[in-house]
């Protein structure tokens, strides 16, 4: 489950326990029962210690971790400390509903080849997760999720390791510490992932799943086109859609049979974000954590800008203090919120986002309040998200741009970016149908020295993720017939990508023009077209737009959870 933790404030070291209002449905958390037992409310006192001896009796039946005295143990075997993690879940209006404990290894040093032998799991990206919806919305389908309780337990271990009690529940018989030996997967453990992501890969190969190439992990069932399931995994998460109700039925079974109850439901609250399905399609949002980072930060009541950035705003090292005169604020909280919210369901502050994480390390105070800005505009569209349309046409189309050279030359020596200045911006938009599944906003790795040159690297990057889309797109929905259009505002950057010639002006930039050649004129992958900056939806990635050019572009990609939508039509003139 994707967490954004901030870090605790002074006062709540002191009390010894972590206040996360960010972590998606987690609202305390505690290092230990004693630690539980000590701060948490009366009436969560009893829900915590039930879910402290439910670990343990789970575990142990599970026959993951088993009591042996320490005599038993073979001479030299390292004895690993363990933690009871306690956690308060709440639902998404932050009300306590349960109490979870997670016994959790401290395998920090685990070595590989005694202790571990493979670490590697698979996670979706953000892409795959919306290109997912978007299939599914678009073929009339609904999402469904289910979440597998113990999941690392229930994997085989890799190795036999042994573990201490967490210290403050240790055991002793006749003065002999009562240890316990690991023989399955504990969280905590190096490879307790790996193990994992093996475990469920060969379920579901073993029921008939096709794994992606593209995506690892993405899986497709294809018993025919009424019976077929596109499964989208997230470590214990599932989410996925089925062309019938028989296909459906049948998956249930089959993990119920597998795994228990693991609360089936239509997919409403997955990996954080807020699902509305509709008749009409679906709708993801991230409303939720947006008023947890809102409440955290003091701004739920305040006044909201109508754009994420203003005109003009640049965020320079130059004008980080010296280390003396630092202002401690929670600039990495803000600023990783942001990414988050960027990188998923916001694409409007992508923008922002990737300027104000370029000082994380050092910001002023003007910067700050730059971040704080950006968080009250995400506070003022909460609502707003990506909406994928049910009968949308499963066709992906493309839009590139850059900003030349606008990265500010930092004067400074010593400072972070003194070797980035003069380097440019690139945005990416890829729209399948009518809204976007994967953008973009971020500096170019080299150095262009033309804007020409600029639109071409930009447009290389966008090539080589449309590939990759692509052959995404032929598990999810099958093979895209036509090239996939590339809209560029760049006529003379057209003119040399097409022609590839080299000439003693790009003759240094050649790799990046000919991925784009061949695509367009070799392979037929890409068509690239021109089209009117004015048009140009990833303006929107490469620099800070007035509040008329930045509506114009973000109203192509976003819109209001569907209990507002008629309204929000009809204001913009779309109805």
Known sequence: MTKIISEPKENEKEKGYRVVPCVHAI???YPSLKTALAKAKPEYQDMLKEANSKEWKDLISMGVIEEVMETDIPSGARKFPSQMILVLKGDKNHKVERAKGRLVINGSTMRKGEHY?????????QATVRAFLAVTASKGRKAFQADISNAYCRAPGDAINFMRAPHDQRKFVNSTEVLYKVSGNLYGSKSGAANWNKHLNNWLKLIGFKRSRPDPALYVYQGGTENEILLCTW???LGWSCASTEAHQWFEGELTKEWGDCKVQLMSYYLGMNVIQTEEGIHISHKTLIERAAKQFGIEGGTSPKIPMKPRTEINAI??????DRVELPYREITGVLQYLAITTKPGVA??????????SNPAVKHYAIALDALKWCNGTKDEGVFYRKGAPIKLEAYCDSSFADTPVHAMPGLSGTLEGRK???????MLGDSPIHWWSRR?????YSSTEAEAMAAASATRDIIHKRRLMVDLCGEQV???KLHIDNQPCLDMLEGAQVTQRNKHCELDNYVTHEAWKVDGIIQCQKIATENNTSDLFTKPLDNVSFTRHHTKMVEPEPNVLGQYRIGLGKE
């Open 27 to 29: 609202i305390q958390e």
């Open 117 to 125: 032998y493979n670490t590697s799991a698979y996670c979706p990206t």
């Open 235 to 237: 470590v214990d998460d």
């Open 319 to 324: 004008d980080c203090p010296n280390p003396e």
């Open 351 to 360: 923008y922002a986002a990737s300027q104000c994480a370029r000082v994380q």
């Open 424 to 430: 440019s911006t690139e945005g990416y938009t890829l």
């Open 444 to 448: 170019q790795t080299k150095r262009a």
């Open 482 to 484: 036509k090239p996939t």
